[in-house]
């Protein structure tokens, strides 16, 4: 019997898009919590084509199931012409409610069609966190196979993650024709991933690729708009000093990464790991801080002299420093840009993420075990409690 983890996504009691990545639980989340609603899987292509050629038939189906109020519309990107009828379903029956999930924003952009007009909320749905998953995952499982449901949920994890980049490739690249040259593609791929974690140089990689800057710029663009990957901006509000200007890359879960990053006697398994454990703290951020409605702002932060705090987060509920290390020990050196960063800003909060047992307090920087952070993290509480 199939195993269902609750979720902590809390989805709102209007219209609203959800997005995510495939394989992030959108379909299996709402199969569960509308079992009334009247399901739309534009996957299947007779339906694709159904409403490809004739988007009113939505109307007609809407019309014709009085008794339901709910309806979902699965992967809306594979038909964005359905987004004018369902606009004009909701200006005539404000009762109704529509789901319209998506794996991907590009051809929604490139359509021309807005997003309702605001008449639907967006959301995300995002890779399991690990206080969702209890003690039935740990740390060093999902720095392995990540925490994407599908892989997570799999009977062998780490075959499924082979496929899924692949997959993404075929149904989301390929077949939408994002890009004629799927195998300049896959050969950009490998080469971003030694950017994950770290400032994005597009020169850089279309070197290492010998792809042109251009095309990678757009091969970027492309992984931001099927959710596989995200840029942080540098933090830099009343700065007292010279700052990069670069913003760095993460793919959105770090078994993705771990995936794509090519492994062999010159790649330095601390600097992989480094990485890894950065984004995955990152993908936990990023989810945490979308189902509490956004409190923050995330950013990084790096000086024109080398100085880099991994995360800023700047918003209502205050201004938090966070640093990550893959290390058990914590030598005095790594707390330095956390100093450096509260000079500037002194009503920080400082915190250290390390791999070690022990809470410590250091020159006013909370040290803190990585995994019990993670675990700890949940909407229900705030990052203050969670760094408790």
Known sequence: MEVTIPRFFDPPGKSYFLFGPRGTGKSTFLKSRYPKSIYIDLLKPD????????????????????????FIIDEIQKVPELLSVVHSLIEEDKSLQFILTGSSTRRIKKS??????????????????????????????????????????????????NTYISLYIREEVQFEGFTRNIGNFARFLEAISFSHGSLLNISNVSRECAIERKVVENYVSILEDILLASRLSVFTKKAKRALVSHPKFYFFDVGVYKSLRPKGPLDSPHEIDGAALEGLVLQHLI?????RDKPFDIFFWRSKGGAEVDFILYGDEGLYAIEVKNSSRIRPGELRPLIEFRKDYPICKTTFLYRGTERLLINQVKCIPCEGFLHRL????SLEEAMQ
């Open 47 to 70: 339906l694709q084509r159904r409403f490809q050629s004739r988007p009113e038939n939505l109307i007609e189906l809407v019309r014709g199931n009085k008794s339901s109020i709910t």
């Open 112 to 161: 021309g069609v807005n997003l309702l007009a605001g008449r639907a909320l967006l959301r995300h749905m995002h890779p399991f966190l690990l206080s969702e998953m209890g003690d039935s995952y740990n740390m060093e499982l999902a720095l392995t196979s990540g925490l994407i449901p599908l892989i997570c949920m799999a009977e062998d994890p780490l075959d499924t993650l």
């Open 287 to 291: 989810a945490w801080n979308e189902y």
């Open 378 to 381: 949940g909407p229900e509480i």
